[in-house]
């Protein structure tokens, strides 16, 4: 492959791989996300393989394995293209029946298609499953239809086509103005706008400029960022560009977790096809624009994905938060301004250049636009990551799409943020997903982990596992987190054994304050969020324990 | 370098630009508790009981004085009822660790922090890191530093570097604020038992 070199040759190439491909050629899209990864899709894999060998189809029928679908309830997952027959659960032992009744038959195989557990309705189409239905895929959309390790896939579906524009058609400020005018806000938890962060970057001094993907994903029931990142890394490396190049940044990062293999192996593909294609590296499509990544991995530590010490990670030091009150944007990595975002933020990026910012602020509430991947887990049917625009109803995602309640069990409280986020109970269920809303109900969207807890969740006992996690976790360099995390994980302790004392629930909240002002970094400062959440609307359940 | 003016309890005080708020109030011998502050080291803003109250543009927010950067026409209040709370729970939680440190009694006392609030987990060691940052900064030879993270933090030797190093030095010996025998205790155990 020669590079390509001006935004006409990429219109070329996309033409030439989009005039190679046949619509209607009969393609297998088999989920190969975490989930559907677990639970053995490989055999499955190679059982089609095999079978299509076989029958002799090699020339007839496309494999591709992708990135995650999102049903992870129900995986294996395989979708059958042009007709988008969906099927669940297939097992090694089903190849051959798929190869020879579906597509040679053409006929549907009933148990394997879904059937609502609930209505006992079948849908054989994914567009007709309750789970999928219900969704605004704008990001997520593009994982059956990608095989991530593929460039073509990619610009098959539109790829790039957003960064050719901001190259050639934008000035860096135009672009920013876009970022901006769209009110994208940060999706790593903070909800910060992204555009005024890439402004500050962008205008303050420093002979170089740095630009991070955030990928660490940290906390527990939380993996929207590795649906996205590693079943369509160059969705995320599209918006990385092109906030580099209106940041006015020529070295980008990506700080990912050390323990997700398939991830590094996308991403290293993902940017050797990049570069080989003249997406990456000097002189971008002959624009002028040079821009580099380099990945790096975190030291398997939960704070490592905040800001600051990611950041010192980066520079080769412990991932320690940096106790400094000027803010990265400014000076950041070796004190350069460094504009970090997450994963799905920048994964944004494409469609607000492509589509622009009044399509973009069309959907969603009033302050929180566009689209959120959410990760449904916990006491819910449909476990999985989904994408619904802001303001959907909590009860939207877990009732029409997540299927609702398991085991006839009533629905006590919707858990979000994980180990520094908040629960609110079910008579808010009727609550938009918003960034301000649920944060002024004590339960910030923060990534994106969705936890449903049904009647049986014990609070106190819930909120003890949170801060347990958090007390080893955190990196122990300030006193108000290392120590008071300590005791507050002890007190709680105490009270779940039924050794509660009198005063116990007024002392955590005392030490809660002092840890949420007096903390160095956010993990300290939100530490004790779920305690304070679960106090505000589960009191009673502590004090029982203590009387 | 840029002269920058600011009020420090009442008082107006002449800075320069790059000063912490800490360092302005000790320039005009405004006192402000700290633990794990030298002068001869970096900020750490560790142990966080430098904390202070600024008021900014009519705003009031804490702030950890060590590493706050002085600006210009800031308020700074080193003592107020909030301020005092913040440090009695910091004193609280350490004295748990090293309930006989003189310096932390000597603390305690100013700001009511009772040292027998928490149960007692006698580990010595608060975390301050002057050891490690006086090692490190000072000495340059990295000797001595933190090992595991959150509650399980503490401090150690190197043992192949200190069976070199450290017979000669000690320095580091005299800067803890718990106790001088903490250091001499997890440097015989690390050449001890390597």
């Known amino acids: 492959m020669s590079r390509i070199n001006s935004a006409a040759q990429l219109e070329e190439l996309r033409k030439d791989i989009l005039s190679k491909r046949d619509p209607d050629k009969t393609c297998i899209a088999i989920c190969s996300g975490m989930g559907c990864h677990g639970l053995g899709n490989d055999m499955v894999i190679s059982a089609l393989e095999e079978e299509i060998k076989k029958q002799d189809l090699e020339n007839k029928v496309d494999i591709r394995v992708t990135g995650c679908h999102g049903f992870c309830e129900k995986g294996p997952i395989l979708v059958i293209y042009p007709e988008e027959i969906c099927y669940m659960e297939v097992t090694p032992e089903d190849a051959a029946q798929i190869i020879s009744e579906t597509i040679l038959g053409k006929k549907v195989i009933d148990r394997l298609i879904y059937t609502d557990p609930n209505t006992g309705e079948k849908a054989v189409h994914q567009f007709e499953i309750p789970f999928y239905k219900n969704q605004t895929q704008y990001l997520i959309s593009y994982n059956p239809k990608v095989d991530p390790k593929s460039i073509d896939d990619y610009l098959a579906n539109g790829g790039y086509s957003g960064l050719s524009k901001a190259l050639f058609e934008m000035s860096p400020e135009q672009v920013l103005e876009e970022v901006k005018k769209a009110n994208l806000r940060g999706r790593g938890g903070g909800g910060f706008p992204a555009g005024r962060k890439w402004e500050t970057a962008r205008n303050a001094p420093g002979e170089e400029k740095y630009v991070i993907v955030n990928g660490h994903e940290g906390e527990q029931g939380a993996y929207m960022d590795r649906a996205i990142f590693t079943g369509n890394p160059h969705l995320v490396l599209e918006g990385l560009i092109i906030g580099a190049y209106a940041i006015g940044s020529h070295q980008g990062f990506i700080y990912t977790r050390h323990d997700t293999p398939q991830l590094k192996k996308n991403i290293d593909i993902a940017l050797a096809k990049a570069t080989e294609y003249g997406l990456l590296g000097e002189n971008i499509l002959g624009s002028g624009f040079n821009f580099n990544v380099e990945v790096h991995f975190d030291v398997g530590i939960f704070v490592s994905g905040e800001s600051s010490a990611l950041m010192s990670s980066i520079e080769g030091k412990n991932p320690e938060p940096r106790p400094k009150y000027i803010r990265t944007s400014v000076r950041g990595v070796w004190d350069m301004p460094t504009n970090l975002n997450n994963v799905e933020t920048w994964a944004n990026v494409p469609q607000i250049i492509n589509k622009g910012a009044e399509w973009y602020t069309s959907i969603g509430t009033e302050k929180s636009k566009g689209t959120k991947l959410i990760s449904l887990s916990g006491n819910i049917v449909n476990t999985g990551v989904v994408e619904v625009p802001f303001g959907t109803t909590l009860r939207e995602l877990v009732y029409d799409i997540g299927g609702g309640v398991p085991n006839g069990k009533k629905l006590k409280a919707i858990h979000f943020g994980g180990p520094m986020g908040g629960s609110i109970p079910e008579e808010f269920l009727d609550t938009p997903l918003d960034f301000d809303e649920l944060a002024k109900l004590g339960a910030p969207i923060g990534a994106g982990g969705l936890l449903v807890l049904d009647e049986d969740t014990n609070m106190v006992e819930k909120t003890r596992f949170f801060l347990d996690f958090l007390a080893n976790e955190s990196c122990g360099k300030c006193v108000p987190c290392r120590e008071g995390i300590r005791q507050m994980a002890k007190i709680l302790t105490n009270i779940s054994e039924g050794n509660g004392k009198e005063g116990d629930i007024e002392l955590l909240e005392e030490i809660a304050e002092v840890a949420g002002t007096a903390s160095l970094c956010a993990l300290g400062k939100t530490a004790s969020d779920p305690l304070l959440s679960s106090l505000r609307y589960f009191r009673d359940e502590y004090e029982a324990r203590i009387k | ?194």
């Open chain 2, 1 to 194: 370098m840029k002269e920058i003016l600011l009020q420090i309890d009442g008082k107006q005080v002449k800075a320069t630009e790059g000063m912490t708020v800490l360092e302005a109030a000790q320039s005009v011998d405004i006192f402000i508790p700290t633990l794990c502050h030298h002068e001869k080291l970096e900020p750490y803003g560790g142990c966080r009981l430098c904390i202070v109250e600024v008021e900014v543009n009519g705003w009031t927010k804490l702030v950890v004085s060590c590493v706050y950067p002085v600006e210009e026409n800031i308020i700074v209040r080193t003592r107020s009822e909030k301020v005092d709370r913040m440090r009695k729970m910091i004193l609280e939680l350490l004295l748990a660790h090293a309930p006989n440190s003189l310096q932390l009694q000597a603390f305690a006392k100013e700001y009511g922090a009772d040292k027998d609030r928490f149960e007692k987990e006698a580990s010595f060691c608060i975390h301050c890191g002057l050891c490690v940052r006086y090692c490190a900064e000072v000495k340059k030879k990295h000797a001595i530093g933190f090992v595991n993270s959150g509650a399980r933090r503490e401090i150690s030797f190197i043992p192949e570097i200190a069976a070199k190093e450290c017979n000669d030095c000690k320095e580091c010996f005299e800067l803890c604020p718990t106790s001088y025998l903490q250091a001499v205790f997890v440097l015989t155990k690390a050449l001890a038992f390597p």
